[in-house]
Nanobody, 121 residues
Framework: QVQLVESGGGLVQTGGSLRLSCAASGSIFSSNAMGWYRQAPGKQRELVAAISRGGVKKYADSVKGRFTISRDNAKNAAYLQMNSLKPEDTSLYYC???????????????WGQGTQVTVSA
């Protein structure tokens, strides 16, 4: 069974930085695309950033230039470096993956439990 575990969330002031990590059981990351999503209370879950097996990246317009997604297939891990954080980035952040190497395969079937990011004004 595939498990995704996020970590790295927390409370940070406006303009600060956080680095989220996603650790996967098994070898799911090495062959498949993965993404970071977020969901704030009362809002729909949205894609924040995604990366294909080959390293093609996609970002939501709201985070372009501030967030960077990366992956380490050897460690079955993915990361989201978040800089210049804003209060509107406050949300529960989820790691996601599935069975497909391309960005079109997202969202996949597997979700982590989420990690909370709170940005104070």
């Amino acid at each position: 069974q595939v498990q995704l575990v996020e970590s790295g969330g927390g409370l940070v002031q406006t303009g600060g930085s956080l680095r989220l990590s996603c650790a996967a059981s098994g070898s799911i990351f090495s062959s498949n695309a993965m993404g970071w999503y977020r969901q704030a209370p009362g809002k729909q879950r949205e894609l924040v950033a995604a990366i294909s097996r080959g390293g093609v990246k996609k970002y939501a317009d709201s985070v372009k230039g501030r967030f960077t997604i990366s992956r380490d297939n050897a460690k079955n891990a993915a990361y989201l470096q978040m800089n210049s954080l804003k209060p509107e980035d406050t949300s529960l952040y989820y790691c996601n993956s599935g069975w497909g190497p391309l960005l079109a395969a997202l969202p996949g079937d597997y979700w982590g439990q989420g990690t909370q990011v709170t940005v104070s004004a």
